[in-house]
């Protein structure tokens, strides 16, 4: 905590106050004053402030990073629907020469959702991460579906998982939040400040998604990519003594890319009503993957920089770094262009394919289960999604 004092304007020398501040990065923080008066103990203040660069040696000169949250992941569950697609079944369905899809894409098998449906995959994910940390549904306080698809556009799909758990009495809270492949890292940054300020004393984040039922199958090389599951994290405030804590957490988004990857069709702007067989591309997933790539690959790099400088480490600090699985190109970007090691990235693409939102949590779930991870380890979750955004958020385990 940075300490200032405070002494009279015509420098007889004597202590009004000494000035304790705990200040933040951002925009906008929370500036806490503990007012020492004659060396007591007044009171302690907390005020809203509009963080400009002015003050900026407030912030990092020996103050609090209030970024950092002392929250821990306690379970992690996965779950993919029961139809297995092989490499050799997607070239059949895609009309291309044996071989093609594995070449393009490096996926060797995904599993798409049939009769499933997302809130029940959802559920199933949600009950194996409870299942791993030990807890029922009754020591949750919050649910948060952070997925890309929608299982409708009402309600909002986590009060489709909680009815699909059997917990729709429970009253528990509910809602979405919705990044796109982003989704999961966005509701774990957002909701961790509540749980570290108790507001929630342990929340269920779930990343459910059927890709398959959205793909335009005319665009070969990105339905190649997809496969549909879910995944899903329990979080909770850190113990006395734990080292488990979120470091940083950043996200960036750049509009002038939004036409990149989108369904323009569905809501208000193109609304169902307007559906027309001859106009089903515009219902269906339209993405530009060299697009994606080259701006992807321009920024990226600058804000891995930001993120890092930020949390105060080095890409070789980090134990794991779990990336959203978009696709093979894409790791190979990330580790050429961001100089992870092969050892430190975490790889799930050739047997899961691209599942949107769910691909990080699913990593984060493996990386547990293979014991490429123990507590105090640090990890870095990164990627892109529609937007075009960017996000990075590093903890330590």
């Not at 488990?244 to 036409?259: N, P, Q």
């Not at 990857?261 to 809501?267: A, T």
């Not at 961001?338 to 949590?361: C, F, R, V, W």
Request: with cysteine; hydrophobic share 45%; aromatic share 6%.
């Amino acid at each position: 905590m940075r300490s200032r004092q405070i002494k009279p304007s015509d420098g007889s020398g004597g202590l009004i106050c000494l000035v304790r501040t705990a200040s933040a990065y951002g925009r906008k923080q929370s500036l806490c004053v503990e007012l020492e008066v004659l060396g007591e103990v007044s009171t302690t203040v907390c005020l809203a402030i509009d963080y400009n660069e002015a003050n900026e040696d407030i912030a990092m000169d020996g103050g609090i990073d209030m970024l950092r949250r002392e929250v821990k992941i306690v379970g992690t569950g996965k779950y993919l629907p029961r139809e297995r697609v092989t490499a050799e079944e997607m070239d059949r369905r895609l009309g291309v020469p044996s071989g093609w899809v594995l070449k393009k894409s490096d996926v060797a098998v995904r599993y798409f959702a049939g009769d499933e449906k997302a809130s029940e995959m959802g559920a199933r994910a949600a009950e194996a991460a409870l299942a791993s940390a030990g807890l029922a549904f009754s020591d949750i306080d919050c649910l948060l579906c952070a997925s890309g698809t929608m299982e409708q556009p009402i309600p909002c799909t986590a009060a489709l998982i909680q009815q699909a758990m059997g917990q729709g009495d429970s009253g528990v809270p509910a809602l979405d939040i919705n990044t796109t492949c982003l989704s999961f890292v966005a509701a774990l940054d957002m909701v961790s400040y509540m749980v570290a300020a108790g507001r929630y004393r342990r929340v269920l984040i779930v990343s459910a998604e059927i890709a398959s039922k959205g793909l335009n199958w005319q665009q070969k090389e990105s339905a190649a990519l997809f496969g549909d599951g879910a995944a899903a994290a329990v979080i909770e405030r850190t113990a006395a003594g734990e080292p488990s804590c979120i470091l940083h957490a950043a996200m960036e988004t750049y509009g002038a890319g939004s036409g990149l990857s989108e369904i323009r069709g569905g809501g208000s702007g193109l609304p169902a009503s307007l559906y027309a067989p001859e106009a089903s591309a515009d219902f269906s997933f339209d993405m530009n993957g060299s697009g994606i790539f080259r701006m992807a690959s321009q920024l990226l790099p600058s804000f891995l920089d930001r993120l890092l400088a930020a949390s105060g480490l080095r890409i070789g600090d980090f134990k794991l770094v779990i990336p959203h699985q978009g696709s093979a190109m894409a790791m190979r970007l990330l580790g050429r262009r961001l100089n992870i090691s092969k050892e430190q990235m975490m790889y799930i693409t050739p047997d899961h394919g691209n599942t949107i939102a769910a691909s990080i949590p699913m990593g984060l779930h493996e990386a547990v289960k293979q014991g490429r991870l123990e507590r105090g380890d640090r990890v870095l979750l990164l990627g892109t999604s529609a937007g075009l955004s960017l996000g990075g958020l590093a903890f330590v385990y």
